[in-house]
């Protein structure tokens, strides 16, 4: 990708994948050239302002609220949704534990 902004800064860190699910402010046509230049299928809602829609596949993109509830019961924890830690190790430590402590509840 050309421009180095937003989601492009750390499109090289991405993982090797088959799909990227994301919501509509994800969707240019640069990010979607990029993913399939990687061999990654976009599964994104076209912005409401294309004339012409990209197909997605809705049944996928219908999971993404799983993702979307783990940063909800995340953010119920005051330390990590204040970013409270200095240190990027500590507060990575208490999503651990809070991420451990939602999944035995």
């Given amino acids: 990708m050309s421009e180095h902004k937003g989601a492009s800064l750390v ?10 699910i994301a919501d ?3 969707d240019s046509t ?7 230049a ?5 599964c994104i809602p076209s912005s409401r302002s294309r004339k ?5 596949d809705k049944a996928l ?7 979307e509830n ?8 005051r330390r ?12 990575f430590s208490a999503i651990c534990i809070a991420a451990a402590v939602i999944f035995w509840l």
Avoid: N, S
């Fill in 11 to 20: 499109f090289d860190a991405l993982p090797p994948a088959k799909a990227l």
């Fill in 24 to 26: 509509r402010g994800y």
């Fill in 30 to 36: 640069p990010f979607r050239q990029a993913l399939a």
């Fill in 38 to 42: 990687k061999g990654i299928e976009p």
């Fill in 52 to 56: 012409i829609p990209y197909p997605y």
């Fill in 61 to 67: 993109y219908r999971q993404r609220h799983k993702v």
């Fill in 70 to 77: 783990l940063f909800a019961k995340l953010k119920d924890w």
């Fill in 80 to 91: 990590i949704a204040t970013r409270d830690d200095r240190c990027a190790h500590t507060f």
